[in-house]
């Protein structure tokens, strides 16, 4: 009866694996923004002008913040999970109006030489909402009774809903403070309503019309349409009876295609002009300028590609230093990894992310409440999503959004962020076997 | 299978999907870091060089297309610190002439910020060809440094300094705000340099250069497809004749004051003279520039100041010609008109003084510059019975006046212009207590004199007024921009006074070219053209009157206006009306008919000789 006597414990029943994995990222992460914004001239460790410095006091209040979380019952996030996301979606659109400006939009609340960003929190709170609403809610669709458009709605109607939960949000972010990367974030959440029963056909819509972007940005537009045609022929040829409502639903999904492909242009032209240039850099259309636009790709591939494959070693770096490789010690903090520690350090650095992320999924799998299993998917798909972009963007297979590295960039925001998303999860976990939601 | 279960399943989807992105990440890592060499090429070159191709600024010509300013290329010396390791110190030091410790305090210098030991920073500006030849020989032994070409402005002719100004550093702060400029870039200073900097100064180019272990080059990077060309600055077509200029220059020699010269039917500055002047030449750069901006600055006689357009000079007698357009055209004085003159303003006891000379009505009052005559009209204006309130009276005045252009900035394309001074109302309170004052308090200002102030370019617009009967054009000098001479279509817009009265005018301008045919200016005539003129005798409170003298010729369809003010050089009709005649004989005519004159006034010198000054009267 040992466990009984340690239910009383702060600890009992937390997750260690996530636990350690944590730390070990939080760890890594410090070690290179150490690296990252290393100097001759400042050599303390604690040295709080500098940013190494500042992360340490970000790490201490994020251990402060995960002991405050284990310590608060776990009933507190389910009872007020709507009430976190409305005040939060509150605070978003006021900071707007009196937030500090910083490059030009007002995403920042300023508390002395510190700022909140009250996107990263958006985070955790739209996962509680959108747990609590699934969690009640079921959007799998079983049978469908007809294609009248009131049929369709009301078939459809939780999926909407929780689609609206994520959409508000992402709205706020991107259209109110102009933050892209903290808003498309958002999008990670489509993972989990997959795993809560979304239709398949919302996902390969979804991605077939990115497929189709890529494609007719990439290459032509008319190889867009003709590669549609071909799959949508062949498809319907090999594994549909000929009947009238096939051949209607073929012609429909071909007609949306050409939409897609012919709408393309017409979306890239009305993108910011810098986004269009990440699109080009990404994709090598055009002219593109490897002093400005193409720079910040071109200076981290040259950092990472340099560092072989044990790396240069340990605050050897040269490329990652004096400004070669901008946001450094931030949205780029992989280029120190990779420059430093080389292929072998990279690679476990990706492994270390991903262990955490299947562990979270792992862990949401046990959850008896579907309340913790959803918003433990949610975790894993906003790690997910932030690991895949961020070092995406340095290597060249993203276009560049300004995300953070989960636990690594420097920020006292985003690490905050990623610390309450984690460690509200990892207090349901540790409750899973007393309370049933 | 239960619909929970079947959705369970899911679980292996999203967990491969998430390995899978992993696994295509570690091989792309695995490709970019272990398999392609370009990355690791790349920095091993410690990235990249990049040379900055500095692009020639605009050339500048004047308005018969004569060379104005044109670029010689020059070399400066740059360092990485961080590279010199290896370096042939001693026989760098040779080479520039320099000891071993001037070489570690410039390095050093170059190592602190907002320097960089790994970003290039400059060793020595402006090199001299033989030093360039030298160096480029031995160019191999001196490790992490390197020579970037650039340009520095050349004068064909030494003229126009304060009107074409100078290009000098960028400032740092500028550095930090404008992004365009790096530190140790040219920025055009002062005069057109400045004002027309955005088009002079032309586009970067930037050549990215790989260089080996050894700090040499060895080749462009991806083959110079990153490269951008330099693009020179656009040329500027100004409306200085060059060869006027030069003229007026060297009659204005061994003098203070300004010269000015407008064509009155488009506003365009001919001649911007302001004496002493210096030869543009010396502050284009090198290690001359400091030395010889220091003499100049130092100079009492303020060579680096542009008295043209900011000096601010009492204009004297030459502002009675205002007084009298507004008094015609209030209806307060005719044409016949006349005032008693008892060698000065006889209500207030003779003063202002005035020297001996016949009665006089309008056009004699202009001719003989009485300055009797123009205290009755100051106070005939400001105290007119429409006006129940003095301050009324006296604010109508001011109004009209400062249509003209003094007391504002008028607009011109030159940097750091001065409004001059018209006082106001609340200025004359302060002084005198509210109630404390009336027209006779301050009846010097219908001569000119007291707290009115204008400059010179000022006083030209003036005449340009009074030449085109009633408006101007802001004063500009440049006509053309570019190759296709885009113009700046402010300057084509007709700027109406607060007098529009032709018969004022012509009875003015009668009294002005009395002045040249039996008045003030009777022994400036200028041979074959009919001129029309103004003298004026400053009094100030820096020692003897500045001599003034404003002009227009011809009378029928004026060519060239000008205004010239020569400081403490006493009687307007002595020193600076002669060199008017001359400018504008010279202008017209296209020759000079009276050397000796020309001679005379070329080789005073009034600075040093004050004794030359002719005896004041007014």
């Known amino acids: ?437 | 299978m239960s619909n929970s279960a079947q959705l369970s399943q899911r679980k292996y989807i999203i967990g491969g999907f998430f390995i899978l992105i992993a696994f295509i990440y570690v091989l792309r890592l695995f490709y970019i870091q272990v398999i392609n060499d370009k990355y690791k090429l790349d920095a091993q070159n410690n990235a990249f060089r990049y040379l900055t191709e500095y692009p020639m600024r605009g050339y500048i010509y004047d308005r018969n297309g004569k060379l104005l300013v044109y670029n010689e290329p020059s070399y400066d010396l740059m360092v990485i610190p961080r590279e010199t390791k290896g370096c042939d110190t001693l026989s760098l030091c040779e080479v520039l002439r320099i000891n071993k410790a001037e070489y570690l305090k410039r390095l050093k210098r170059a190592c602190q910020a907002p320097n960089s030991p790994r970003k290039q920073s400059m060793f020595e500006k402006q090199l001299s060809a033989a030093t360039y030849a030298e160096l480029q020989e031995k160019m191999y032994r001196f490790k992490g440094f390197f020579v970037q070409k650039r340009a520095v402005r050349k004068y064909p002719r030494p003229v126009a300094a304060h009107l074409l100004g100078y290009v000098g550093e960028v400032s740092k702060n500028k550095a930090e705000t404008d992004p365009y400029y790096k530190e140790g870039d040219y920025i055009g200073v002062s005069g057109i340099e400045r004002s027309y900097e955005e088009e002079l100064r032309g586009k970067k180019g930037i050549q990215i250069a790989i260089t080996d272990v050894h700090n040499k080059i060895i080749g462009k990077y991806a083959d110079g497809k990153y490269d951008t060309m330099a693009i020179q600055g656009k040329p500027l077509y100004c409306t200085i004749d060059r060869d006027l200029q030069e003229y007026g220059e060297r009659l204005m020699q061994g003098k203070r004051g300004a010269l000015v010269a407008l064509e009155p039917s488009t506003g365009e500055i001919i001649c911007l003279i302001s004496a002493p002047g210096y030869d543009p030449n010396l502050l284009v750069g090198g290690k001359e520039r400091a030395r010889n901006f220091a003499r100049l600055y130092a100079d009492t006689n303020s060579p680096l100041f542009n008295r043209a357009i900011q000096a601010m000079y009492p204009p004297g007698s030459t502002f009675k010609l205002i007084d009298a357009l507004i008094a015609q055209n209030d209806g307060v004085i005719k044409r016949s008109t006349v005032f008693p003159c008892a060698r000065g303003y006889p209500p207030m006891g003779g003063k202002p003084k005035c020297h001996p000379h016949a009665p006089v009505d309008l056009i004699g009052s202009v001719a003989q510059s009485c300055n009797s005559y123009y205290s009755y009209v100051f106070r005939e204006i400001v105290d007119q019975a429409k006006y129940p309130r003095f301050i009324d009276g006296y604010n109508h005045w001011r109004n009209t006046v400062m249509t003209f252009g003094p007391g504002t900035h008028l607009g011109t394309d030159l940097p750091y212009d001065k409004p001059g001074n018209v006082p106001s109302v609340e200025y004359y309170n302060k002084v005198f207590g509210t109630n404390g004052w009336r027209s006779n308090t301050i009846v010097s200002l219908g001569i000119g004199q007291a707290e009115l102030l204008l400059v010179p370019l000022q006083m030209a617009n003036v005449v340009a007024t009074i030449a085109n009967k009633g408006f101007y054009y802001v004063p500009h000098c440049i006509r053309g921009v570019g190759l296709e001479k885009k113009q700046d279509k402010k300057f084509h817009v007709k700027h109406y006074v607060g007098v529009q009265n032709e018969e004022a005018y012509t009875n003015v301008i009668d009294g002005m070219q009395q002045c040249f045919d039996a008045g003030t200016a009777y022994y400036s005539r200028v041979p074959g053209v009919v001129a029309c003129g103004k003298t004026g005798t400053a009094e100030n409170p820096h020692g003897k009157s500045h001599a003034v003298f404003m002009a227009f010729a011809p009378r029928e369809k004026p060519q060239i206006v000008i205004a010239c003010l020569i400081e403490n050089a006493g009687w307007g009709g002595t020193w600076s009306a002669p060199i008017v005649s001359l400018m504008i004989e010279k202008y017209i005519t296209g020759k000079v008919t009276r050397p000796e004159l020309e001679k005379r006034m070329m080789d005073v010198d009034l600075i040093r000789n004050k004794n030359l000054i002719s005896t004041e009267y007014h």
Not at chain 1, 10 to 27: E, H, K, P, T
Not at chain 1, 52 to 75: E, H, M, R, T
Not at chain 1, 322 to 344: L, M, R
């Open chain 1, 1 to 437: 009866m040992v466990q009984r006597r340690n239910q009383n414990s702060l600890f009992y029943g937390v997750d260690r694996l996530s636990v350690i994995l944590y730390i070990l990222l939080v760890f890594m992460g410090w070690l290179n923004i150490y690296a990252a914004v290393y100097n001759e001239d400042h050599q303390s460790i604690f040295d709080t002008t500098q940013k190494y410095g500042k992360q340490v006091i970000w790490i201490l209040s994020a251990a402060v913040i995960a002991f405050c979380i284990l310590l608060i019952d776990a009933n507190f996030y389910t009872a007020f999970a709507y009430g976190f996301y409305a005040f939060l979606i509150l605070a978003n659109i006021l900071v707007i109006y009196i937030g500090r400006e910083i490059k030009g939009s007002r995403s920042w609340y300023g508390f002395g030489g510190f700022g909140i960003q009250p996107a990263e929190f958006m985070k955790f709170a739209t996962n509680l909402a959108l747990a609590k609403f699934l969690s009640n809610q079921n959007i799998m669709v079983i049978q469908r009774t007809g294609l009248k458009l009131r049929q369709i709605i009301k078939h459809y109607r939780n999926t909407i809903l929780a689609l609206a939960i994520i959409i508000a949000p992402l709205f706020i972010i991107k259209f109110l403070q102009d933050e892209t990367g903290l808003a498309l974030v958002f999008i990670a959440f489509i993972i989990v309503m997959y795993r809560e029963g979304l239709n398949v056909g919302f996902i390969i819509f979804g991605i077939l019309t990115a497929i189709l972007f890529v494609v007719s940005l990439a290459v032509s537009q008319i190889y867009g349409l003709l590669a549609v045609l071909a799959a949508v022929a062949s498809s319907s040829l090999l594994f549909m009876k000929r009947n009238r409502g096939n051949i209607i639903a073929v012609s429909l999904v071909y007609l949306a295609a050409t939409f897609v492909v012919m709408g393309t242009n017409y979306a890239y032209n009305h993108l910011e002009p810098h986004q269009k240039v990440r699109i080009d850099v990404l994709l090598g259309r055009g002219e593109v300028n490897m002093k400005k636009e193409g720079y910040n790709v071109n200076q981290a591939k040259i950092a990472i590609g340099s560092g072989g494959f044990l790396g240069k070693g340990y605050l050897q770096g040269t490329q990652t230093k004096y400004d070669f490789v901008p946001e450094q010690d931030t949205d780029f903090i992989f280029c120190t990894v990779g420059e430093e520690w080389g292929f072998a350090g990279s690679t476990i650095v990706i492994f270390l992310e991903l262990f955490l992320i299947l562990r979270l999924i792992v862990l949401a799998e046990r959850q008896r409440s579907d309340f913790s299993r959803i918003y433990g998917y949610g975790v894993s798909a906003v790690l997910f999503f932030h690991v895949a972009v961020n070092i995406g963007m340095t290597i060249g297979l993203m276009p560049v959004i300004g995300i953070p590295l989960p636990f690594f960039s420097y920020g006292g925001s985003s690490l905050w962020s990623f610390t309450i998303l984690l460690f509200i999860f990892i207090k349901l976990d540790a409750n899973r076997l007393l309370i049933l939601r």
